[in-house]
């Protein structure tokens, strides 16, 4: 299972720290990512993390901005999110892949979070 906390409402132009962390055996040599969603429309990717931490993909629309991270000794997956945007606002989830490389077709992903809310404010 996976568990990610830290969203939260800010003004645009802030900063949030998003973590997920892994509870119970979720085998970090896979690739795990984050992707958002807003009602009524798709699931998002956002940005994945290969398995040993070397490689990651990020969305276009969060390149420069989003920085992705993990740490398998404590099986935990952060987003750094810097000058966040009104555009920003979605329920974020993180999630496994059940590949090692990083990929971002959420078909790929086969455990996921909960679910933390980011709102973004004009």
């Known amino acids: 299972q996976l568990q990610a906390s830290g969203g939260g409402s800010v003004q645009a132009g802030a900063s949030l720290r998003l973590s997920c962390v892994g509870v119970g055996r979720t085998l970090t040599m896979y690739t795990k990512a984050w992707f958002r969603q807003l009602p009524g429309k798709e699931r998002e990717f956002v940005a994945a993390?290969?398995?040993?931490?070397?490689?990651?993909l990020y969305a276009d629309s969060v390149k420069g901005r989003f920085t992705i991270s993990r740490d398998n000794a404590e099986d935990t997956v952060g987003l750094q999110m810097n000058s966040l945007k009104p555009e920003d606002t979605a329920v974020y989830y993180c999630a496994r892949s059940i590949y090692a490389g990083v990929t971002m077709s959420s078909y790929d992903y086969n455990i996921w979070g909960q679910g933390t809310l980011v709102t973004v404010s004009s």
């Open positions: 993390i290969s398995g040993h931490g070397r490689n990651t």
